[in-house]
């Protein structure tokens, strides 16, 4: 029975070994001439899957990733009570994103990432208390001196918090394995509105961001994709920040969806 629990084991070992080595593979050829980087983390384990290891801990702005936790916070202080109740009044302001000039509940808000619904959240929430959340998840640099309703966005000659893809996996890590406060009502809310996509093999889940990397180089677009994929006998947090002339959120989640697609987490 001994030798037989060794073997098992051993088999196990070099199971995983293989998934993350294949894994490891299709990171680096899906982000082959692609400037940025992307970091898988193991949500049972310390495994780390990384492409561009010389920019995972620089910290930069989280632009609109941060209304992962915008959310949670809102639902924590009794602002938001259902991702089906109503969030954001549009004031009939015309603004450059069309689904932003309208109504929404928070899926909506979540999913068109609204800044101006946000905005007002984030001011609802408050400075003192917003801050006391930061601090106690130890988000980034946790410095929200910006402003309440900006300090997650980059704004020319004004710092904004800042945090690296190394922390933003970190972070998801815990919230997914329960190990920061949030209460269950917020994490399950939290989750139907960050729902990417969902197959036989398993369900992505993530939020993107997209903005101007001003303090390093003007003009140079940056996209974010941020969350985690759940599939059938695996589970990581993942992180991916490129940046580029045209480059926007969207195109980082289209990078991540490949990876999790070609490595059959998805």
Do not use: H, Q
């Given at each position: 029975?001994?030798?037989?629990?060794?073997?098992?084991?051993?088999?196990?070992?070099m199971s995983s070994c293989s998934k993350t080595n294949n894994l490891q593979k299709i990171v680096n050829k899906n982000m082959k001439g692609v400037n940025g980087t992307v970091i898988f983390l193991d949500l049972s384990s310390d495994k780390e899957?990384?492409?561009?290891?010389?920019?995972?801990?620089?910290?930069?702005t989280p632009c609109s990733t941060f209304k992962i936790w915008n959310t949670l916070i809102g639902i924590e202080n009794s602002l938001i009570n259902s991702e089906k109740d109503p969030f954001y009044k549009w004031d009939g302001e015309s603004r450059s994103y069309p689904n932003w000039n309208k109504d929404l509940n928070l899926q909506e808000a979540f999913q068109f990432s609204c800044v101006p619904a946000y905005q007002i959240l984030a001011n609802r929430i408050g400075t003192k208390n917003m801050q006391t959340w930061i601090d106690k998840?130890?988000?980034?640099?946790?410095?929200?001196?910006?402003?309440?309703?900006?300090?997650?966005?980059?704004?020319?000659?004004?710092k904004s918090i800042k945090i690296s893809p190394k922390e933003q996996v970190l972070l998801i890590?815990?919230?997914v394995n329960n190990q920061l406060e949030f209460t269950d009502k917020s994490k399950q809310i939290l989750k139907k509105i960050?729902?990417?996509?969902?197959?036989e093999q398993g369900t992505l889940y993530g939020k993107t961001g997209s903005g101007q990397n001003i303090d390093e180089i003007p003009n140079n677009n940056i996209g974010w994709?941020?969350?985690?994929?759940?599939?059938?006998?695996?589970k990581y947090a993942?992180?991916?920040?490129?940046?580029?002339?045209?480059?926007?959120?969207?195109?980082?989640q289209e990078l991540v969806e490949k990876i999790v697609i070609e490595s059959k987490l998805l």
């Open positions: 029975m001994k030798i037989f629990s060794i073997t098992l084991m051993l088999l196990i070992v899957i990384v492409f561009g290891s010389n920019l995972v801990n620089i910290r930069t998840i130890g988000y980034g640099d946790k410095d929200i001196s910006s402003g309440i309703d900006i300090f997650w966005l980059p704004r020319l000659n004004k890590k815990k919230l960050m729902l990417v996509k969902s197959t994709f941020v969350g985690y994929v759940i599939s059938k006998n695996e993942f992180a991916c920040l490129i940046n580029g002339k045209d480059i926007t959120g969207k195109n980082a």
